[in-house]
């Protein structure tokens, strides 16, 4: 019974995988308990933000100068996502958060392609920073993200420095391997900004010049492991959910029947 079983699980998954190669972000383990900030006032948190470094995620391919808006409306939020994926074309993602509990505001993210999953704020000061975390846990697998906004495009490094250590500290991401999002200058948004925030470029591209070479090769690497989500995106975030199940099944009955 356990071998035809596990010969059902192989013919389902392998055909999913020809199609759909492993995802690059699935680890073995569980997600870390990572709280939410206490007090959470999301209200506060509304509004512009950048993202200016993440852990790479196949559902979300934009490369460039990302940006979100987010609006708050009680019971959910919506989020509208700019930027730019690598060939340099624009993106546009819009995102509905749903708030089920606002005294532990754990935000459930729902948008089209992509599989529901949590979505933790877990460290803001609401006037420059704010640590994300979100993560799909599966039998004995797990996909873990997290990402780093600000309130500047081109923010100080001891804002992102926070978050950085809060993921190091907190979760099991390996931190090293977190992208590190172009901003500034070649961003659609940057004649919009007033001329403080583009005084900051100079500042900012002396504080990253010692990291330039390793995020060259971490670009590098990532890029190459992207998938082309760009077009049946729907159909791919499906097949990926049971490739995931399946693989998490047959993990199970390995362990529980070895």
């Given at each position: 019974m356990y071998l035809f079983i596990?010969?059902?699980?192989?013919?389902?998954?392998?055909?999913?995988?020809?199609?759909l190669s492993p995802p690059s972000f699935l680890r073995f383990g569980s997600c870390s308990e990572v709280p939410v900030q206490g007090g959470l006032n999301l209200q506060k948190f509304a509004g512009l933000w950048y993202t200016v470094e993440k852990m790479p995620n196949e559902y979300d391919p934009a490369k460039f100068c990302i940006n979100t808006q987010y609006s708050y409306h009680g019971d959910h939020m919506e989020s509208v996502q700019r930027g730019l994926y690598e060939d340099?074309?624009?993106?546009?993602?819009?995102?509905?958060?749903?708030?089920?509990?606002?005294?532990?505001?754990?935000?459930?993210?729902?948008?089209?392609?992509?599989?529901?999953a949590p979505l933790k704020i877990i460290a803001t000061d609401y006037d420059n920073y704010a640590c994300m975390y979100t993560c799909l846990g599966f039998v004995g697998l797990k996909a873990e993200f997290g990402m780093v906004l600000t309130r500047q495009a081109l923010p100080p490094p001891s804002a992102v420095?926070?978050?950085?250590?809060l993921f190091e500290n907190s979760t099991d991401m390996n931190i090293s391997t977190m992208e590190i999002i172009e901003q500034g200058k070649n961003c659609p948004y940057w004649s919009k900004l007033d001329k403080q925030d583009r005084d900051l470029y100079e500042s900012y591209l002396t504080s990253r010049s010692l990291v330039s070479e390793k995020t060259d090769q971490d670009r590098e690497t990532a890029a190459g492991a992207l998938h082309d989500t760009l077009s049946n995106s729907a159909a791919r975030a499906k097949l990926l959910d049971l490739s995931l199940a399946l693989t998490a099944s047959l993990v199970f009955l390995l362990r529980h029947f070895s």
């Open positions: 596990t010969l059902v699980l192989l013919a389902v998954i392998l055909p999913c995988q020809a199609f340099r074309s624009k993106q546009k993602l819009m995102t509905f958060l749903v708030v089920p509990n606002v005294t532990d505001p754990v935000m459930t993210v729902i948008a089209d392609g992509m599989p529901n420095q926070v978050c950085r250590d």
